[in-house]
């Protein structure tokens, strides 16, 4: 019997430079699990940085190499799935030209992020023709690998229901004998949003992460300022693990003995927060460490990363010019002549 097809997944992170936990909790670590059940493709989204950032690219570069070097450290294997660079697979642009031929303006004005960031992001010009087009290469960067899953957080699922509205219209349009491309779903990341140091969503741009590569001596001391359940005042006072951003942190790295020691202790007054933060630094610092062995390799040796990347991209420059081939057939417009 032959195996069925293995479901595709296709996912992106724009490069921004190096990656928090929030961003392990709440996407790497679910990529990482995936690697083994499904085709997986995972795009370095350069290109989407421009989109806000557009005047200074000096950065750019720099940032892919480290959002690129925080995956391998957190555990994609180049064995197991294909990580590429937007920016050099040209079809990515070619097919976000088409698509944004059939995508009606409403559609575009109507995604709930184009307007709350265009209202809360101060200081950068988002009027430009890149930011309203956003979702729309986003879909071709899901679109051009025909992907069944896209592994995202919330704030992204509005993109991907984008998509398959993209994807309904352009098999409506042209796709009449065959549809070219899949509808894809979503895969909300189970886990439950992470907590910065100062208690609000872990935020690159609260000033309030923890790092994939932040050493020890740093985690423990960020964990030394963490807030806590802010009714625990004193050390007599009793607390409640459930509202505490310590507490979230144990609930996902601790095992079951310490949580057991938190929830007693903690709603008791029979431990204190020093020691309560001591041991959830404990369970961090057994998660980054081996994380941050892995990325020394690629540190050492940068050539070692970027072949990664290139021999990635080349794998995806041949998907996606095969999904471009069914494309150009299904409007007509490929170089056959009965076509
Ligand atoms: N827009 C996504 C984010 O900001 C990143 C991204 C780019 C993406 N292309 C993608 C995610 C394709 C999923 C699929 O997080
Ligand atoms: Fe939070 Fe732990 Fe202090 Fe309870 S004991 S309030 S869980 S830090």
């Given at each position: 019997?032959?195996?069925?097809?293995?479901?595709?997944?296709?996912?992106?992170?724009?490069?921004?430079?190096?990656?928090?936990?929030?961003?392990?909790?709440?996407?790497?670590?679910?990529?990482?699990?995936?690697?083994?059940?499904?085709?997986?493709?995972?795009?370095?989204?350069?290109?989407?940085?421009?989109?806000?950032?557009?005047?200074?690219?000096?950065?750019?570069?720099?940032?892919?190499?480290?959002?690129?070097?925080?995956?391998?450290?957190?555990?994609?294997?180049?064995?197991?799935?294909?990580?590429?660079?937007?920016?050099?697979?040209?079809?990515?642009?070619?097919?976000?030209?088409?698509?944004?031929?059939?995508?009606?303006?409403?559609?575009?004005?109507?995604?709930?992020?184009?307007?709350?960031?265009?209202?809360?992001?101060?200081?950068?010009?988002?009027?430009?023709?890149?930011?309203?087009?956003?979702?729309?290469?986003?879909?071709?960067?899901?679109?051009?690998?025909?992907?069944?899953?896209?592994?995202?957080?919330?704030?992204?699922?509005?993109?991907?229901?984008?998509?398959?509205?993209?994807?309904?219209?352009?098999?409506?349009?042209?796709g009449k004998n065959a549809p070219v491309f899949p509808e894809p779903q979503t895969v909300l990341t189970p886990a439950p949003k992470l907590h910065g140091t100062d208690g609000r969503k872990m935020s690159k741009s609260y000033g309030n992460t923890i790092m994939l590569t932040d050493p020890e001596p740093v985690v423990r001391q960020k964990l030394k300022t963490m807030v806590t359940d802010p009714a625990r005042v004193r050390r007599t006072d009793p607390g409640n693990p459930d509202v505490c951003p310590v507490g979230d942190l144990h609930k996902i790295?601790?095992?079951?003995?310490?949580?057991?020691?938190?929830?007693?202790?903690?709603?008791?007054?029979?431990?204190?927060?020093?020691?309560?933060?001591?041991?959830?630094?404990?369970?961090?610092?057994?998660?980054?460490?081996?994380?941050?062995?892995?990325?020394?390799?690629?540190?050492?040796?940068?050539?070692?990363?970027?072949?990664?990347?290139?021999?990635?991209?080349?794998?995806?420059?041949?998907?996606?010019?095969?999904?471009?081939?069914?494309?150009?057939?299904?409007?007509?417009?490929?170089?056959?002549?009965?076509?």
């Open positions: 019997m032959t195996q069925p097809r293995k479901k595709r997944v296709l996912s992106g992170m724009r490069s921004t430079g190096k990656l928090h936990l929030g961003n392990y909790v709440g996407a790497l670590a679910n990529w990482v699990k995936m690697q083994d059940e499904h085709e997986c493709y995972f795009c370095v989204a350069d290109w989407h940085a421009l989109t806000t950032d557009y005047a200074d690219t000096s950065q750019v570069k720099q940032n892919s190499i480290d959002v690129l070097l925080d995956w391998l450290a957190a555990g994609l294997d180049p064995a197991r799935c294909v990580m590429f660079i937007q920016s050099h697979v040209p079809d990515h642009a070619v097919l976000h030209l088409l698509l944004s031929m059939i995508t009606p303006l409403g559609w575009l004005e109507r995604v709930p992020t184009y307007k709350e960031q265009q209202e809360n992001i101060t200081g950068k010009d988002l009027s430009t023709y890149g930011f309203l087009g956003y979702p729309v290469l986003m879909t071709s960067d899901i679109l051009l690998y025909k992907a069944d899953f896209v592994p995202v957080g919330e704030d992204q699922a509005a993109h991907v229901e984008l998509t398959r509205e993209i994807a309904r219209r352009f098999n409506n349009f042209y790295f601790s095992d079951a003995t310490t949580n057991e020691k938190v929830n007693v202790g903690c709603r008791s007054a029979g431990i204190g927060c020093i020691e309560c933060k001591s041991w959830a630094a404990d369970a961090l610092v057994n998660i980054l460490n081996p994380m941050q062995e892995r990325r020394k390799k690629y540190e050492e040796n940068p050539r070692l990363a970027w072949d990664i990347l290139e021999n990635g991209s080349e794998q995806a420059r041949k998907n996606a010019g095969a999904t471009m081939d069914e494309v150009r057939d299904a409007m007509g417009m490929s170089l056959k002549l009965d076509g």
